[in-house]
């Protein structure tokens, strides 16, 4: 019976023996010490993290120097860092977080928050086939994102499948990888795998193969003599599978890991024609019940310094719906930062037309926060991809043809792609473009079909400035 006093005596002594002295003055006389914020869900992690009990966190700096000081002096364990952004990811206990807030250089604590992926091809009512019909890019070719890589953060890829491969046999993912966690969840890697190795077979398989074909399938017809593409039939795939165990640690790695990789993803000395840069990235995933954005988040800091390089990064807004009393939008997706964008979900109610519906699903930002709103609309209702009818994502498809090798799926999921694909049609287009320049084609040429919300200033709380106009946003390109 006297143990349990010793023990939880010894830990309080084990815990003392990690506190750095406090800063002073010269004089000797303690400062004041300034605490660093920590995420919304760090703070109610912390509230249920029992005695001793450890768990992940990103230590911000002011730069990597000051992360890695305040990681060793609270006697936290490093798993690993984010170098570019000043971030340290370590485990410790509550006490070892509460004082690592509080050293000098600390900016903030971030938690490893969950995630989960937001779950015919319409490039009629975007113009995307009237755009590579009609209009070529700076090469002289046929606008198709020829000379441009997509990076796809998902479940994986089927590198095999018909539908992403070339002419010649050779697939159209020129750099498969996978985001590979230790046991805890704290250490992340990413490993690149040879093209020939299928990434999306785990218990979320099949969404990152079918979000793969609606960015860049190629033109394949049926059986039933219909005929298919996805958005940009010409541009290469880089795939970063980030399995079915989503956490925020391992997205961000693999959003790090093209922000080191960007300018050659299959490795120096690999042509450019062979393996172009990656010019966007698509996200379809984020927490359930969309959030508050976070400035402050490894995310953010990663995506705005995508953006500063030339990279722009696309956000399923989300499916959880709503009616503007609330925001339910993906945080990532609401940062106001040129080229950062949220797509929600438009229903052409298999017309292929431009005045149909916005998807009930969508989630709507805050009817009187427009820093919340989605920036524009892209097809994600019943859109027919390539799939696996035996993977879980594939067998919920309401329509699978070719021995169930593709499949119907909706979501915002599937309208983030379509817009990830047109990004690459637009750097196509204008090499040079920034990625702000490239956002405001998109929003400022949207077609503003008419459902739901009142537009106001050039935007609507559902589904941001519109739907997609691809002829329209390259002509507008500079």
Known sequence: MRRAPRLAAAAALAVVAVIPALP????????????????????????????????????????LAAADRAVAATGMTRAMSFDRIGVVVARGTKTQIALARVQPGVTY????????????????????????????????????????????IDSGVDPTHPYLTEADGTSAVVSNNKTVCDPLEAFCQVVNLPNTVDTDTLSLGGHGTHVAGIVAGRPTELSDGSTLHGAAPGAKLVSLSTGAGLVIIGADTALNWVLENHEAPCGEGVP????????????????????????????????????????????????????????????????????????????????????????EFSSRGLAGDPSTWPDLSAPGDTITSSCRIYLPICSTGLDPVEAGDYNTISGTSMAAPHIAGIVAQLFQKAPDATPAQVENALTSTAYQYPFGAPYSGGSSF?????????????????
């Open 272 to 359: 450019v024609a062979e393996c172009p840069p990656i010019k966007v990235t698509n996200n379809s995933y984020g927490p359930s019940g969309g959030g508050e954005f976070d400035p402050e988040s490894a995310t953010v800091k990663l995506q705005r310094a995508l953006a500063a390089e030339g990279v722009v990064t696309v956000w399923a807004a989300g499916n959880d719906g709503g009616d503007g009393s609330e925001s339910l939008t993906n945080p990532p997706g609401q940062d106001p930062t040129g080229g950062i964008l949220s797509v929600a979900s438009y229903n052409d109610l298999e017309t292929g037309t431009r005045d149909g519906e916005l998807s």
């Open 109 to 152: 604590v971030e938690g490893n928050q969950p995630i989960e992926f937001s779950q015919y091809t319409s490039n009629t009512a975007t113009r995307g086939t009237e755009a590579q019909q009609t209009m070529t890019g700076a090469d002289g070719t046929a606008l198709t994102g020829t000379g441009i890589s997509v990076g796809v």
């Open 24 to 63: 002073t003055t010269s004089a000797g006389a303690s400062l004041p010490l300034v605490k660093a914020n920590v995420s919304d869900f760090l703070a109610h992690e912390l509230t249920t993290l029992g005695l001793g009990e450890r768990t992940t966190v990103l230590v911000h700096g002011t730069d």
């Open 462 to 478: 559902d589904k941001g400035h519109g739907l997609v106009d691809v002829v329209a946003a390259a002509n507008a390109l500079p």
